[in-house]
């Protein structure tokens, strides 16, 4: 029986989509955008995840849900189709998803290091910076 679900494991692991890479896959909480810290909000915290459907992500920056489509090719990434829902919120929730929504418009490349995902503008300057959110599970 053991040597069945190890099968199975290795089966799913060898089957990981190539344009979805395991490693991106999952919820990223921002913690610095733009060179400054971005303060922690627990119950609502600002994130991107990729998973759902390949090639699109959702996001959460202080105020609206933003989605839209990304391509990766080898570490070049872009975010494109960007949609948002349309609160009104107080400005410094504002002023942050602006900030957030521009970091992914100049995101060029990103890198993964210590468990943090890392996007970087075409200067390999980084806009924006997330650690992984672990699954909540009840």
């Known amino acids: 029986f053991l040597s069945l679900a190890l099968l199975g494991l290795a ?3 060898a089957t990981a989509d190539p344009v979805h890479p395991a490693s991106l896959t999952g919820s990223w909480q ?8 971005v303060a922690v909000n627990v ?3 600002n994130q991107l995840s990729f998973g759902a459907i390949p090639e699109q992500f959702n996001a959460y920056a202080g105020c609206n849900q933003l ?3 990304y391509q990766l090719q080898g570490d070049a990434i872009a975010f494109t189709d960007l949609a948002a829902t349309r609160m009104a919120c107080p ?3 504002m002023r942050l998803e602006q900030n957030f929504s521009q970091a992914l418009a ?3 490349a990103y890198k ?3 468990e943090s995902l890392i996007l970087l503008d075409e200067q390999q300057k980084a806009v924006a910076t ?3 959110m672990p699954l909540y599970r009840p």
């Open 67 to 69: 989605r839209g489509r």
């Open 30 to 37: 921002l913690t610095n955008l733009q060179g400054q810290a």
């Open 43 to 45: 119950q609502n915290p």
């Open 106 to 108: 100049q995101a060029r």
């Open 112 to 114: 993964i290091e210590n």
């Open 11 to 13: 089966a799913c692991q």
């Open 130 to 132: 997330f650690k992984n």
């Open 91 to 93: 400005p410094a929730a």
